[in-house]
Each structure stands twice: as structure tokens, then as C-alpha cells.
């Protein structure tokens, strides 16, 4: 039996990539929507990715139909010939492409233009193309600031957001759920995704990986002592046991793909949460013992009040500022439906040696400068 086609979105992007990659393992057919970008055609951008998969599996893999287009474009940016090739083979929808802007107010730009235009433009070439079946990767973050436990049917609880693009992954899951001609629709939720759990790959650097960076370039200027270490002298309006929900990308796509296979838990949405978050302070201590340093102090949330900050403590906060919403207490994120379909694929915890994998990856590839040297696309 011929196995139907799925229409991937977000190809180049991190979890775009492992998806593309696990699916072309599975003999899955595979066609990509992806845009041309810095002279590169959409052809082009996909070799490189796919260049790579070889080089690490050692083996070939087969390749996509490459439709050149953009989602934030009426039609996709497809031309005619490009729209009668999707109508024909009819394939099941993987949207996936988003943009990870924080902040951006005018909804003509990202990430709004990206997240919720574009998932607008995805819905209406379904529809006119009479495409039924749609998976979504939505965010776990579509819950905002509420706290306590989220459950994988909660969506709209009039909850508040840390930031637009939280806000316009939350619109655009709405707009996907009242699409009205979709027979098929399932929603995924990743936490916060993190490298490869096993070589520490990634492609992307935000989140923890601002604080990695941080950390990396105090110690290109820092004085060390006779015995290698250095100091910083900072506290962190933390206690240190604020739970962190981080999700390596390999388990991310392998679940995916998994479920996306699965007839029975279709119309379902799937919390991609960890079973037991990492703790500030295990990353913290990850990070003193990769990069030799020490004098990092949890003082609490009321630790520095009405307290003067130092030069580092100043560049500090600065610097992670977008971030600082989340330092508090995370939520706990149900995965009930997740452990169901695919109980033989747990998470992998990022535990110490997870952490030290990731900070290895990043330092090696000098934060994401030698992977864009090497042609890999982000």
C-alpha cells in the first residue's frame, strides 16, 4: 500500500529538521514547503540539511519534493503548478513553521505575521485544496501565566501571556481548532526544546542557551586563578528549585512522528512535556563545572531588594531580560494523552551528563557560527 504524503512546514528549523529527517527514515513520502533565503533556493537549503543527516547516519536518504513558497504569503506563495501537485496527492498537513520573536506588537511583523497570518494562510490552502487531516505544533506556553496543573484539553482559561509569541501561538491554535472543515485535526505542545540528548545538536540558539552563552563569554575575560577557576560575583532573585521544562529535540520529533502515524489518537492534543523538569540549580551547577566557575549566589525572589546591583549583576539582567518571565515556578504539564499513545518513548531526562552534552555541542560549534560556515541550515 502506498503510503500517503505529508506536506511538512518549518523544515529548516530545529525540529523541522529532526522531523524531516525521521520521516525520510521511515520511507515516509515527504514534500517540503520552505522559502528561498540569502540566494539559496528552497532545493538548496534542503540539501544542505539533508547533507548532513547522511553524514551522521551514514547512509542515504531519500529525498523530498521541494515546494518553493512561504506561509506568510496568500496561497502559500505557490504557483499553479505547485497547488495541482498538493491537490492531487492530497497529503496529510505537518505545520510546524513558526518564528520564536518574543516581542512585537504590530501584527503585520513576527512573530504574528509568521505564527497566526500564517497558520491563517495554511488554513485556507486546506481548505481551498480540500485537505481534511492537519497536525499542528502549537507550544506548551499557550497557557500563559497560569499556574498549577495544565491539562492537554485546556486552551482559552482567560489566562494572561509573558509575551507576543506566546500570545499569537495561543490565537493561532484557536484558529486551527475552529477551522470547521478540517476532519482531522491533532495539536502537539513541546516545552521549552533543547538540543539532541544524545550529541547535543542544535541549530537554534535561545533560551537556555543565552544563559550558556553568558557564562562562555564572562570567561573569555575573566582573570583565572592558579587552579583554572574564575569568579562570578552574582546573585540570582531565585531560590534555585524553580523547576525548568526542557525537551530534547530528538524526542520531541520521535514522538511526533510516531503519533502522526497512528490512526487512533488522532483529533487528541499531546503535552511534549518532561516527565520530571530540571531544576535551576542543576543547570546552574552544569554550568559552574563546564565552564570552571564559581561565586553564583541564590538569594530568592526578595534576595535583592532595595539592594544595589553590581557591573555583572547589571549585564546580567540586561541581557536575559526576555527571559525573566519564566524564571518563576513553571507549571505542571499533564501529558496524559502523550503517555498513552507512546508510552514506550519517555523523555529523556536533562540531567547532568544531558547538560554537559549540550553546552559541549554549543561551544564546539561556536554558537551556531560553524554549522552556518558548514552550510546547515537554522
Known amino acids: 500500500m502506498t503510503k500517503q504524503y505529508v506536506f511538512l512546514t518549518g523544515a529548516t528549523g530545529l525540529v523541522g529538521q529532526y522531523l524531516l529527517r525521521d520521516l525520510l527514515v521511515r ?3 515527504v514534500a517540503v514547503l520552505v522559502r528561498r533565503q540569502g540566494g539559496e533556493s528552497a532545493r538548496e537549503r534542503v540539501e544542505g540539511i539533508l547533507a548532513f543527516w547522511e553524514a551522521e547516519l551514514g547512509r542515504r536518504l531519500p529525498r523530498p519534493d521541494c515546494l518553493e513558497g512561504d506561509i506568510t504569503q496568500d496561497g502559500l506563495g505557490l504557483d499553479a503548478a505547485a497547488r495541482r501537485w498538493v491537490a492531487v496527492r492530497r497529503p496529510r498537513v505537518l505545520h510546524g513553521a513558526a518564528s520564536l520573536t518574543f516581542f512585537g ?5 513576527d512573530p504574528w505575521r509568521s505564527n497566526l497570518t500564517g497558520t491563517a494562510h495554511l488554513l485556507d490552502f486546506c481548505r481551498t485544496l480540500g485537505l481534511r487531516e492537519l497536525h499542528y505544533v502549537s507550544t506548551a506556553y499557550v497557557c500563559g501565566k497560569r499556574t498549577g496543573l495544565i491539562r492537554e484539553a485546556d486552551l482559552d482559561c482567560g489566562q494572561e501571556f509573558r509575551n507576543d509569541y506566546e500570545h499569537s501561538k495561543f490565537e493561532a491554535e484557536k484558529l486551527v481548532r475552529a477551522a470547521p472543515f478540517l476532519e482531522h485535526l491533532t495539536v502537539y505542545r513541546p516545552a521549552i526544546v533543547v538540543g539532541d540528548s544524545r550529541t547535543g545538536f542544535t541549530s537554534t540558539y535561545h533560551g537556555l542557551y543565552s544563559y550558556l552563552y553568558f557564562a ?6 575573566a582573570e583565572l586563578e ?20 526542557l525537551v530534547p529535540v530528538d524526542w520531541v520529533s520521535a514522538v511526533l512522528v510516531h503519533l502522526l502515524d497512528r490512526p487512533a489518537p ?8 518532561p516527565d520530571r523538569p530540571v531544576t535551576a540549580r ?18 530568592g525572589p526578595d534576595g535583592l531588594a532595595g539592594q544595589e546591583l553590581n557591573d555583572v549583576e547589571r549585564t546580567f539582567y540586561d541581557y536575559v531580560a526576555r527571559y525573566e518571565p519564566y524564571w518563576n515556578e513553571e507549571p505542571t504539564f499533564d501529558a496524559t494523552n502523550t503517555h498513552t499513545a507512546a508510552p514506550h518513548l519517555p523523555c529523556p531526562q536533562v540531567d547532568t551528563a544531558c547538560l554537559e552534552r549540550l553546552i559541549h555541542f554549543a561551544v564546539a560549534d561556536q554558537w551556531g557560527k560553524r554549522g552556518k560556515k558548514a552550510g546547515m541550515a537554522s
Do not use: C
Not at 592558579?226 to 521544562?245: F, K, V
Open 27 to 29: 520511507d515516509t513520502p
Open 105 to 109: 506588537k504590530d501584527r503585520t511583523r
Open 216 to 221: 562562555w563569554i564572562l570567561r573569555q575575560y
Open 226 to 245: 592558579a587552579d583554572g577557576r574564575w569568579q562570578i560575583p552574582a546573585r540570582l532573585n531565585i531560590t534555585g528549585e524553580e523547576s525548568r521544562n
Open 266 to 273: 488522532r483529533g487528541y492534543t499531546y503535552h511534549l512535556t
Open 282 to 299: 542543576a543547570i546552574e551547577e552544569a554550568m559552574s563545572s563546564e565552564f570552571g566557575y564559581y561565586g553564583l549566589r541564590f538569594v
